[in-house]
């Protein structure tokens, strides 16, 4: 079955720092692909996507790009701040008609010191 | 900003008992979902729901669990006699229709988390 695989946390950062959350996928056919974070105390929210090989999503200064030949949406960001402190999740919807059905990564959680 | 609403917050629970979970969706979303999160494991997909019924459903939603959109505006997860196992932050969702095969962006609420004594 489809399944995402992110790496394993907590990271612990300094502000300005560069980050990297790795996240490798399986699935059949062609997903399009998500990175969805959750702030304390709030909802998940769609942080990016990305629909077909090749294409980057960006927000907020988050990148990922969708590279079908390694199976992978690694999402990075330049700089880190404070406020990006918040659990990151992968996230994918199978190709076809799988209506709303994403299927999630583990979540890694970031913190981000002054 | 419209956003996805969820109540209760925190619902504590004897083991079989029956629990309803609420949820207000972004009133021009035509899908709904339930997703939920076993503390320290990944969100999990249990239910979309379209057009008063439901469209998938997973593995976990067994005979326990039940959707329902009760008026034009609330859509409700029950779990009719609960188990420990079912202890764990329930999330609703909703989104639009982009186009027959598809969905928009998915809107979660706060999540409502369960815990079963």
């Known amino acids: 079955g489809d399944s995402v695989t992110q790496m394993e946390g907590p990271v612990t950062l300094s502000e300005e720092a560069f980050l990297t959350i790795n996240c490798t996928y399986t699935?059949?056919?062609?997903?399009?692909l998500f990175w969805y974070v959750q702030y304390p105390g709030e909802g998940l929210q769609l942080l990016l996507k990305?629909?077909?090989?090749?294409d980057k999503g960006s927000n907020k200064g988050f990148e990922a790009t969708y590279r079908k030949e390694t199976t992978s949406f690694h999402l990075e960001k330049g700089s880190v701040q404070v406020s990006d402190s918040a659990v990151y999740f992968c996230a994918l919807i199978a190709g076809g008609t799988s209506y709303g059905k994403l299927t999630f990564g583990q979540g890694t959680i970031l913190t981000v010191h002054p | 900003e419209p956003e996805v609403t969820q109540t209760p917050s925190h619902q504590v629970t004897q083991m079989g008992q029956e629990v309803i979970l609420r949820c207000v969706p972004i009133?021009?979303?035509?899908?709904f979902y339930w997703y939920r999160q076993i503390l320290g494991q990944k969100v999990e997909f249990l239910v979309s729901?379209?057009?008063?019924?439901?469209?998938?459903k997973s593995e976990i939603f067994d005979d326990q669990f039940s959707v329902e959109r009760p008026d034009g505006s609330n859509f409700t997860l029950k779990i009719r006699s609960t188990k420990l196992e079912d202890s764990a932050m329930y999330f609703c969702?909703?989104?639009?229709?982009?186009?027959?095969?598809?969905?928009?962006?998915?809107?979660f609420g706060e999540g409502s988390r369960l815990t079963v004594l």
């Open positions: 009133s021009n979303h035509l899908y």
């Open positions: 699935a059949t056919g062609y997903p399009s």
């Open positions: 729901f379209y057009n008063n019924e439901i469209s998938e």
């Open positions: 990305a629909t077909k090989a090749d």
């Open positions: 969702a909703s989104s639009d229709v982009v186009s027959g095969t598809t969905t928009g962006e998915l809107f």
